[in-house]
């Protein structure tokens, strides 16, 4: 790797552990710079995820505050995160990297959808539940487990676009704040992407020259994310979930 590919690779990574703090997709910024190295595309993609473990980390503390009042959430979410996670990753060595192609977009397309209308669909779902004399479960129940696991196997195959399913999940089933359930979706992608770099440390190749630019830069990057997501009110934010959403769409579909 040549000087101005190791600092492409150092930028991205900065990019991409500023974007997953704030949103998710970091992964689209990352991948397609390893690509551009000449790393086979599975090498690309393990190195991948074990260089954005440490910012996956650093957004999580960059986000301590938030998740304050949150520790049998965490442990419980955290527990789906993990298993899908692990299954993403054996899929990832089982099947071609086309698996995913036709799926994906249209997964980030519907979760984008939920973003934007959560508010009216939370309040209309609360108004059929008072009608019905029905109460809400107060942490989603199994339906966001159901999801979340799903979510977190897609994460640990490939992950571009992983934080926006998350948050578009939990902001329709949890009755929080988005920058709350944002805190939550930081550690999930720091369990997922962990328990899939665990795995790939053992059966798969991966380029620690790559591994250790993106670390580094994505540290960085996961505090700078925090600082900035942080301050961001529920509706920038839900705009900026929705902009990174449908540049992900695109990039996804034309590549």
């Known amino acids: 790797m040549s000087i101005w590919e190791a600092l492409a690779v150092f930028a991205a990574g900065i990019g991409a552990g500023t974007i997953n703090t704030i949103v998710g997709s970091g992964t689209l910024l990352t991948f397609p710079v390893l690509l551009a190295t000449g790393l086979p595309p599975i090498t690309a993609n393990v190195s991948n995820a074990l260089g954005l473990v440490p910012g996956s980390i650093s957004g999580a503390i960059g986000y301590r505050h938030e998740l304050r009042g949150q520790t049998g959430r965490v442990l419980r979410l955290g527990g789906a995160g993990l298993l899908g996670g ?3 990753a054996i899929l990832l060595l089982a099947l071609p990297s086309s698996s995913f192609d036709a799926i994906v977009p249209v997964l980030v397309g519907l979760a984008l959808v939920l973003v934007l209308f959560q508010p009216r669909l939370a309040a209309t779902i ?9 109460e809400a ?6 339906a966001l487990l159901v999801g979340l696991f799903l979510a ?3 994460g640990g195959y490939f ?3 992983q934080g926006v399913l998350y948050l578009s999940l939990m902001g329709l089933l949890l009755s929080d704040s988005l920058q709350r359930v944002n805190a939550v979706k ?7 992407n962990g328990v899939a770099a665990v795995f790939f440390l053992f059966v798969a190749e991966f380029n620690w020259t ?5 670390a580094v830069g ?5 505090q700078i994310g925090a600082k900035v997501g942080r301050r961001l009110k529920p509706a920038v934010l839900r705009a900026v979930i929705i902009a990174v959403g449908i540049v992900a769409i695109l990039q996804l579909t034309l590549t």
């Open 218 to 222: 994505s540290t960085i990057g996961g």
């Open 86 to 88: 692990l299954a993403g």
């Open 186 to 192: 930081n550690i999930l992608g720091a369990v997922v």
């Open 137 to 142: 479960h107060p942490e989603g129940g199994a």
């Open 152 to 154: 977190s196997m897609y």
């Open 210 to 214: 790559a591994v250790l630019l993106i």
């Open 159 to 161: 992950g571009a676009a």
């Open 126 to 134: 609360k108004r059929r539940r008072e009608a019905r004399g029905s």
